[in-house]
Each structure stands twice: as structure tokens, then as C-alpha cells.
């Protein structure tokens, strides 16, 4: 059981650590809105729950429901909503004047959960090896400690994103930086992940 515990830690931080870059923005961009801290956890939850639930289906065969060449197609979420940003930054509709840097941007629930399932892609592609290798006791550890450090890997993420260096530079290059983020995060998806024959 020890040894399904510190595995299940070892390989959460090892497919999670690039969460914290993507959840540290969404504080910054959602810095001063009530609930955000909320919107962000129910949106990590949600989308790290379908991609325990993907991982699940795959490994139990159910690759007519989602199969392991569809995965990389996922990027197309982030780099969708990361051109959409971009569209409004462009536009001038997230502009940080006054009024937004004391208020911040709306920051949903599905927008994370999006993001965060799309981004894991990779965390599907090492999970279903494991799972395949170990029995139904040890594939509930993992899951359980899994959602567990979800929670953690969220607060690590609004840790650094107020820090005050940090949270400053955030505030000023949020704008600039979410799209550049979500765009380079779906191609990097596609692209490691051979969609569109890349």
C-alpha cells in the first residue's frame, strides 16, 4: 500500500507540475472576483475527474468510446480558447485599465475544466500503462490520492500567483501571457501528439 501511495504522489507531480503555469494565470486573471478560488477548484476537479474517467474507459477497453488516437485532438480546446483570448485582447475587450485591475476577469468553471482535461492528454498516455499493470486496489489509491492532490495542486498554483513579484507580473502581463500559454499548450498537444498527421 506504501509503495501504491508513493507512486500514485510520484506520478501526479510528474504529470501535473505544468498545471501550476496555466492555474496561476487563471488566479491572475480572475484576481479580485469573488469565488474565483472555487471556480478554479470545481473546474480542476471537474476536468481531472474525465480525465481519471478517460483513463478508466481506456483501460478497460473501451476504445470505441475514445480511442487513443483521438487524445492529441484534445489541444484544440486550449488553442481555441487561447485564440479567443487573444481575439479579446486584441479588441481591447481585456484591457487592464483600472476598473479590471481592481476587479479582475470572470473566471469559469468551464473554461478550467476544459483546459485542464484537454491538458491531459499526457497524464491519460501514462496513466493507462500503470493502470494496466496494476490490480483494482491499486488503481483506487492512485485515483483517490489523485483527487487529493488536486486540491493541493491548486493552492500551490494560488501560492505562486500572489506572490507579490509575481502577482505583480501577472496583473501587468496577464493579458499577453493567458493566450500565449493556452495557444502554445494546443499546439504542443497536437503537435507531440502526431494530429492532423504533424
Known amino acids: 500500500m506504501v509503495t501504491g501511495l508513493l507512486g500514485a504522489v510520484g506520478l501526479f507531480i510528474a504529470t501535473n507540475i505544468d498545471d501550476i503555469i496555466v ?11 469573488a469565488g474565483t478560488t472555487l471556480r478554479i477548484l470545481a473546474g480542476q476537479y471537474l476536468g ?6 478517460a483513463t478508466i474507459l481506456v483501460t478497460l477497453g473501451a476504445d470505441a468510446f475514445l480511442p487513443t488516437e483521438a487524445i492529441p485532438y ?10 479567443w483570448a487573444a481575439w479579446q485582447a486584441w479588441r481591447g475587450d481585456d484591457d487592464d485599465d483600472d476598473d479590471a485591475k481592481v476587479s479582475g476577469k470572470n473566471v469559469s468553471v468551464l473554461t478550467v475544466a476544459g483546459v485542464t482535461f484537454a491538458n491531459g492528454g499526457d497524464n491519460i498516455g501514462v496513466y493507462v500503462p500503470v493502470f494496466l499493470n496494476v490490480d483494482t486496489a491499486t488503481v483506487i489509491i492512485y485515483c483517490v490520492v489523485f483527487l487529493i492532490l488536486v486540491a493541493g495542486l491548486v493552492l500551490l498554483a494560488k501560492f505562486v500567483a500572489t506572490r507579490p513579484p509575481i502577482a505583480e507580473f501577472l496583473e501587468r502581463w496577464e493579458h499577453v501571457l493567458f493566450p500565449i500559454v493556452l495557444i502554445g499548450l494546443g499546439i504542443f498537444i ?3 501528439g502526431g494530429a492532423f498527421g504533424l
Open 190 to 192: 497536437l503537435v507531440s
Open 74 to 83: 484534445f489541444g484544440l480546446i486550449p488553442l481555441a480558447l487561447g485564440l
Open 48 to 53: 481531472f475527474a474525465g480525465i481519471l474517467a
Open 23 to 33: 492555474l496561476s494565470l487563471f488566479f491572475a486573471r480572475g484576481a479580485g472576483q
